[in-house]
Nanobody
Framework: QVQLVESGGGSVQAGGSLRLSCAASGYTYSWACMGWFRQVPGKEREGVAAIYTGGGSTYYADSVKGRFTISQDNAKNTVYLQMNSLKIEDGAMYYC????????????????????WGQGTQVTVSS
């Protein structure tokens, strides 16, 4: 059973930083496309960033390029999302997702391709 557990959310002022963590367990493949998504009430889930754990290729939404960094620690089976220069519009519930045994590629931001999801961690950005 694949499990994803997010942590690191919280409240921060605009311009501040947070680091989200996603600890993965329960799968035997040594690689996966790991994604971070976010969602606010009434809107669709949005792809923020993804990483292919087999080679380290990274992908970002235009809205976060240059501010967010996705990284991995394979020894800990953990993926991170470092979020800097946070804006009010970055506030959302952030979810970690896994497509085990797959590369990311051009469909990295499509929620439907991911088989496993964490429960989410809330990020609130205030002025």
């Amino acid at each position: 059973q694949v499990q994803l557990v997010e942590s690191g959310g919280g409240s921060v002022q605009a311009g501040g930083s947070l680091r989200l963590s996603c600890a993965a367990s329960g799968y035997t493949y040594s690689w996966a496309c790991m994604g971070w998504f976010r969602q606010v009430p009434g809107k669709e889930r949005e792809g923020v960033a993804a990483i292919y754990t087999g080679g380290g290729s990274t992908y970002y939404a235009d809205s976060v390029k240059g501010r967010f960094t996705i990284s991995q620690d394979n020894a800990k089976n953990t993926v991170y999302l470092q979020m800097n220069s946070l804006k009010i519009e970055d506030g959302a519930m952030y979810y970690c997702a896994a497509d085990v045994g797959a590369r990311c590629g051009g469909t990295w931001s499509r929620p439907g391709r991911f088989d496993y999801w964490g429960q989410g961690t809330q990020v609130t950005v205030s002025s």
